[in-house]
């Protein structure tokens, strides 16, 4: 049985909190018993809101022990496992201390702020032999899954071309608000829109070079809408964009397109519908359980079994963030297509 902790008992610390009960409840042989969080209120059972139906509930925290101090829990548990869920300026330290302490590492994305830190968490997964993971969920969400099936398997033919969006709420529920922060998030580059950066590298591997267009609405944030172009050698026409000032009850919303030689995949409102050009159109049934449940369940069955971790490598997510960065500087210089090194 895994003992596993959860550092940072935010939004997605919520909800990774609700997959761990789960996988519990299914009988999977992990065990949450630590939760540590600087936020008293959070570990008395406060829900904290976001755009997405993943930690929002309240939940009974009696059963776990709970901390405000990382070093005391670290000190204290016997665990197999922590899955870290703090803001990301935090996540290079947090990673570092825990791999250091001899333990394997599940920690939200984005890696880091910077290629360098990302670097340095891999470092330290290396000198102490333990696994590292990023919860990069788009590489384990059933929709996206079958997108790369699509993909590697050219069932409808090479791809042509292909959109992505991402876009909602902007994320005015985070603590002492480090989201509209770009020293502690990165914007909506480094924080959201990264999302649809990891899948285009996952599908089609490191492009050429990049070119963004960024929108700053709020002083504090960095970036609050992009839209990238992407070159690659085959000069498929890709495009990704995000944008979180979508407010007034739009909610949240992602999206992909998709063409192929021979039809095209459509993801919309939850729903992936292929469009074949010789043939009628058709949805995919997808997977009932989501990202977050099945990267949590592969990152454990990974450690109970001593695999190597293959869908989403350290060295793939310090990637997706050395493409933002660069994409960033693309922004700064008016969409200047900028190399990607």
């Known amino acids: 049985m895994l003992k596993v902790g959860i550092i940072g008992l935010g939004f997605m610390g919520g909800g990774h909190l609700a997959k761990y009960q789960q996988l519990e409840k299914e009988g999977f042989p992990v065990e949450l ?17 976001g755009n997405l139906e993943v930690g929002k509930s309240k939940y009974d925290l009696s059963k776990y022990r709970l901390y405000t101090n990382m070093d005391e829990m670290l000190e204290k548990e ?11 300026y935090l996540h290079a330290e947090a990673t570092i201390k825990a791999l250091n302490k001899g333990l394997h590492v599940l920690c939200e994305k984005p890696m880091a702020l910077n290629v360098q830190e990302c670097q340095s968490m891999i470092d330290a997964a290396k000198k102490n032999n333990k696994k590292l993971m990023i919860g990069q969920c788009l590489r384990f969400e059933p929709a996206y899954v079958v997108l790369k099936d699509y993909v590697d398997n050219k069932k409808l033919g ?13 994320p005015i529920w985070s603590f002492e608000n480090w989201l509209l922060k770009k020293e ?7 924080d959201q829109h990264i999302h649809d950066v990891d899948t285009i590298s996952w599908l089609f591997g490191k492009p050429e070079k990049v070119s963004s267009l960024g929108k700053v609405v709020a002083k504090e944030s960095g970036y609050d809408a992009v839209s990238t172009n992407y ?12 944008d979180w000032t979508l407010n007034g009850g739009y909610g949240f919303r992602q999206i992909y397109r998709v063409n192929f030689e021979k039809g095209n ?5 939850g729903k992936v519908t292929v469009h074949e050009n010789q043939g009628e159109k058709f ?29 989403a490598t350290p060295e793939t997510s310090k990637l997706s963030v050395a493409i933002v960065r660069v994409e960033i500087d693309s922004a700064d210089n008016r969409g200047e297509f900028k190399e990607i090194f």
């Open 33 to 49: 018993v630590a939760i540590c969080d600087v936020d008293e209120s959070k570990l008395k059972g406060k829900a904290v809101e």
């Open 78 to 88: 016997e665990l197999d496992y922590v899955d870290i869920a703090l803001p990301t």
């Open 158 to 170: 090479e791809v042509t071309c292909a959109y992505f969006f991402r876009g909602g709420t902007t």
């Open 184 to 190: 502690k998030s990165g914007g909506a580059m480094l």
């Open 231 to 242: 070159l690659f050698k085959d000069d498929k026409v890709v495009n990704a964009q995000d």
């Open 265 to 269: 995949l459509i993801f919309e409102n």
């Open 283 to 311: 949805d995919i049934e997808l997977d009932k359980e989501d990202g977050y449940y099945r990267e949590i369940k592969y990152f454990a069955t990974c450690v109970m079994e001593d695999r190597e971790i293959e869908i």
